[in-house]
């Protein structure tokens, strides 16, 4: 049987800056001292008002170089979608992303000091050879699927430029994860992780929306897991609140899909993480634990 392990989920941080450097610095030093197999982050290395430069690139890719284990991640909307804005330095969103792809996916390996090889869906599919975000690796039988799926409705609606964006990466986004469904069938996968950066469920009509820019990426987990019947663990970030529950529904909205458990990591004001502990042959068999840092919590160490 395949042996028990663990892993770390953090995201949105550090949003307040400088002040919040020594707080990720002091996070990622605990998350090192637990030796988790890999950590993921899940997006928004900023705030929203914080400026989208190269430079600050620099500044992200420095910190992600400081964790010992291997660190996967999936970007979030402050990183490009919402970099139009005045204070982030009204860029062009489409620029932004193009220079994370070239800056943190273009290895076939994961970032952080150890390294994972990663498959990325621009390897095994032609069709979608541009994003090169959207990869898969295995660990003890479990599956874990990064995909890029992001907050401010998925980069829906601002404008027409947009909602090209949005199609084009829903699309390829829908068809990788049925082939992660179609694989963890195949392979006879214990379960599946999914991260991701978006809150999908900050409102129950996102699955049923006809502007929602998550309703498909919704019917499409709630008709999979339940074919899968295995666990299923979704792992976001976005709202910046510890959240851990089951908000998944059957696609006709009428039942609770008990296989699927959503973790929603803290970030923003709360610079803490996620223990995710996983027991292969266990019918659940995920459990968290909390990383709280005291010396990170503002409310106990105020300014």
């Not at 392990?5 to 995201?11: T, W």
């Amino acid at each position: 049987m395949a042996q028990n392990f663990k892993f770390v989920a953090l995201g949105d941080m550090p949003y307040n800056i400088p002040e919040d450097y020594v707080r990720y610095e002091r996070l990622i030093q605990r998350i090192n001292s637990q030796t988790p197999a890999f950590s993921i982050f899940i997006g928004d290395t900023k705030s929203g008002s914080t400026p989208c430069s190269d430079e600050y690139n620099l500044i992200v890719e420095g910190y992600f170089k400081k964790f010992n284990s291997p660190l996967l991640y999936s970007p979030g909307d402050n990183e490009w979608t919402d970099c139009h804005r005045p204070l982030a330095g009204a860029y062009d969103p489409i620029e932004r992303l193009q220079a994370l792809r070239q800056k943190f996916f273009q290895s076939k390996f994961s970032l952080g000091q150890q390294k994972i090889p990663l498959i990325r869906q621009a390897d095994i599919d032609p069709l979608f050879s541009k994003f090169v975000e959207n990869s898969l690796w295995v660990k003890n039988q479990f599956l874990f699927v990064n995909v890029h799926i992001i907050g401010s409705n998925n980069n829906f609606e601002r404008d027409d430029r947009s909602k090209a964006e949005y199609f084009e990466r829903n699309q390829a986004n829908l068809n990788w994860i049925k082939y992660a469904f179609q694989q963890a069938l195949n392979q006879n996968y214990e379960g599946i992780i999914f991260s991701y950066q978006a809150d999908m469920f900050y409102s129950p009509k996102q699955a049923i929306d006809s502007v929602s820019g998550y309703r498909e990426t919704l019917q499409l987990l709630s008709s999979s897991a339940e074919t899968f019947k295995k666990p299923v663990l979704l792992i976001h970030g976005d709202s910046h609140r510890l959240v851990i529950d089951q908000p998944l529904k059957t696609v006709d909205q009428k039942h609770v899909l008990e296989n699927v458990i959503r973790l929603e990591v803290m970030g923003a004001d709360e610079v803490q993480a996620v223990e995710v502990q996983v027991s292969p042959g266990q019918e659940q068999p995920f459990s968290f634990t909390p990383l709280l840092l005291r010396d990170n919590m503002r409310m106990l160490n105020p300014k």
